[in-house]
């Protein structure tokens, strides 16, 4: 059975810092990019970071550069993205997907808020 389990949200003050994880399982997770993904009320899903299945190669949305870190560990089965100097604007549900092309699938998470706020 696939699953992708996000944790690490809840809500934070502007300026502050979360860590989110995501726990992979039911699948070859080494053959696996991982992208976090994020939706805002009202907006449609975005793509935030995404980090190869080597865990070489990188990239994020503009607005996050700087901020945001994607990582993974491939013996723990699991993908890390940490957050700082979260703004207001970071404030959505944020999801996590495991994605190959050469293999034709792709699998999400049940998604998890995070919530910037004073």
């Known amino acids: 059975q696939v699953q992708l389990v996000e944790s690490g949200g809840g809500l934070v003050q502007p300026g502050g810092s979360l860590r989110l994880s995501c726990a992979a399982s039911g699948f070859t997770f080494t053959s696996y990019a991982i992208r976090w993904y994020r939706q805002a009320p009202g907006k449609e899903r975005e793509s935030v970071a995404a980090?190869?299945?080597?865990?070489?190669?990188?990239n994020y949305v503009d607005s996050v550069k700087g901020r945001f870190t994607i990582s993974r560990d491939n013996a723990k089965n699991t993908v890390y993205l940490q957050m700082n100097s979260l703004k207001p604007e970071d404030t959505a549900v944020y999801y996590c997907n495991a994605a190959s092309a050469l293999i034709g699938k792709s699998y999400w998470g049940q998604g998890i808020q995070v919530t910037v706020s004073s």
């Open positions: 980090i190869g299945s080597a865990g070489i190669s990188t």
